[in-house]
């Protein structure tokens, strides 16, 4: 049996069942699917899964407040793509600022968490292979994308190490072309992973 990069894809995707993540073909989810959880192929992150999240690890914070984190990490973005990833790092990390009025009539301020850092089995966590993402004329379909609550925080690239041309080196240049091209993606992204096989 020839190694091909299929194969290690389907032991990667077995290897994270294994580990309890939830796993998904990527087209099934596409916009139009039965099972699509998105509207559109620019949209990257499982808007569905994240409102969900945000609902049942932030019950005391009302419906308004939790939808307007909701808007504000799916509007996070600056000039700079560096700038807009440290931003969403912020908000991942210690959780998106609102603000609503109590039932006083002054206003709180909180923070709505994005994750359960304290019981990792309250968050959902899912693995989609070949999920295409299309941003202007830009076309692309990472092997692998990591979703923590419906964000997509790792990109895994997998190279046929017995392919003379697919080299470690030329899944690093993918990734580079993913950041130039869908950079969209990389908004949420905590982890970048290439691996030879």
Not at 43 to 70: C, K, Q, S, T, Y
Not at 106 to 125: E, Y
Request: glycine share 6%.
């Amino acid at each position: 049996m020839s190694l091909n990069e299929s194969i290690v894809e389907d032991a990667a995707l077995e290897w994270f069942g294994e580990l309890g993540y939830a796993l998904a073909h990527g087209p099934d989810l596409a916009p139009g699917e039965a099972a699509a959880e998105r509207n559109s192929f620019g949209e990257v992150v499982l808007v569905g899964r994240l409102r969900e999240a945000i609902r049942r690890l932030n019950p005391a914070i009302p419906d308004e407040a939790r939808e307007e984190a909701l808007r504000k990490l799916l509007r996070v973005a600056t000039p700079s793509p560096t700038q807009t990833n440290r931003d969403f790092h912020r908000m991942l990390r210690d959780g998106v600022p609102v603000e609503y009025p109590r039932p006083d009539g002054s206003i709180a301020g909180d923070h709505v968490r994005l994750v359960d850092f304290a019981d990792v089995r309250a968050n959902d966590f899912l693995v989609v292979n070949q999920f295409t993402v299309i941003e202007g004329q830009h076309n692309r379909r990472p092997d692998i994308v990591v979703f923590l609550n419906g964000l997509p925080l790792g990109l895994i690239e997998l190279k046929n190490a017995a392919d003379e041309d697919a080299t470690i080196w030329s899944a690093y240049a993918q990734l580079q072309t993913y950041k130039a091209e869908i950079p969209t993606l990389l908004h949420y992204n905590a982890a970048l992973v290439v691996r030879g096989i």
